[in-house]
């Protein structure tokens, strides 16, 4: 039976990893034979009914993390659409709380039915430090186990007046092999991204990949590179989903949503997101009754999309972060 190749596309809460993916579906040629697993870290699946939307058919593993509380589940998933779809290609989205290490080392369990083609991390340029700062080796472990950098909010990074280079520098610290894409999405094909991988050796493959796309593979150092790990024990409400890495703990909250907002009233419960009111909000996303069309909402700290939606039946919303204080954000939505 022919191996199925295996394309990870990870990274941290919010970098952009459903965008990246529909904008790979959107170049590719034909995605029948690819099955995407998506798996949610709450109860809910947003992204999944996001892409569910564009016609696909996802594969949803919710209310852990592949690498912690559903790994089980994950293994046997992966094994069961070999067995009943054998695709081409299988597609992974983890949890922006995955660690890439442990995902990658579930896929090479089964080395006679699988091979990891590309591992894919989009880092937010507009968070790279903050996040490295905040949450040390754990956010390091998607960069340091990519074969490939891609980056999201590249231009307004630079808009911004952050040295994209400074940031290549740091990252080639943690991981000197890895291929960045040193531009903003557009002006790259993500379809070649994955297919360049598929060639015979690993020169070959990457000469490719630099003819076609670019890639930055320089070497550099940077001397004060952002660094640290800031850990510890925070109570949280039983309802929530725990997960533990390197002392960080993230907790999510899945909550039905049947109260009607106007546009005003959400982007304020978001800026009060920023402001730190109900915990450390790393990651909220979701659908909510709007007064003339049903809205949806991405936030990430110091970034709100609020966008309409057509009218829809149930509504969640989902948060992800620390100290999350659940009796206020039940309260508010």
């Not at 490939?148 to 990252?171: M, N, P």
């Not at 070649?192 to 070497?219: P, V, W, Y």
Request: glycine share 8%; charged share 30%.
């Amino acid at each position: 039976m022919k191996k199925t190749k295996i394309n990870i596309v990870s990274g941290f809460l919010g970098s952009g990893k459903t965008s990246f993916i529909k904008k790979l579906i959107k170049e590719s040629d034909d995605f029948s034979k690819t099955v995407i697993i998506e798996n949610e870290f709450g109860e809910v699946s947003i992204d999944g009914t996001i892409l569910e939307r564009e016609g696909l058919s996802v594969r949803e593993i919710n209310a852990g993390c592949i690498c912690c509380s559903v790994a089980d589940d994950f293994a046997s998933s992966i094994k069961d659409i070999k067995k009943v779809f054998n695709p081409d290609k299988i597609l992974i989205e983890p949890s922006g709380v995955g660690k890439l290490s442990d995902i990658k080392a579930i896929c090479l369990k089964y080395p006679d039915l699988f091979e990891i083609n590309r591992s894919i991390t989009i880092v937010d340029a507009s968070k790279y430090f903050m996040y490295k700062v905040n949450f040390g080796d754990f956010y390091l472990d998607q960069i340091k186990n990519s074969d490939t950098i891609v980056f999201s909010r590249y231009s307004q990074a630079k808009e911004a007046g952050i040295d994209i280079g400074e940031i290549i520098r740091d990252i080639k610290k943690e991981n000197d092999q890895a291929q960045l894409v040193d531009s903003e999405w557009d002006g790259f094909k993500a379809r070649d991204l994955i297919d360049t991988r598929m060639s015979t050796s690993k020169e070959e493959r990457l000469k490719i990949a630099q003819d076609r796309l670019g890639l930055f593979n320089g070497h550099g150092h940077h001397d004060q590179g952002a660094h640290g790990d800031q850990g510890g024990h925070h109570d949280s409400a039983p309802s929530h989903n725990h997960h533990h890495h390197s002392g960080d703990e993230f907790s999510s909250l899945t909550l039905n949503v049947d109260k009607v907002f106007s546009r005003n009233e959400i982007k304020d419960i978001l800026l009060a997101f920023d402001a730190g009111l109900y915990g450390s909000i790393v990651r909220a996303k979701g659908s909510i009754p709007g007064l003339v069309t049903d809205l949806e909402f991405d936030y990430v700290p110091q970034e709100i999309v609020i966008r309409d939606l057509e009218k829809i039946k149930d509504h969640h919303v989902v948060i992800i972060g620390k100290d999350l204080n659940s009796e206020a954000l039940s309260k508010v939505f």
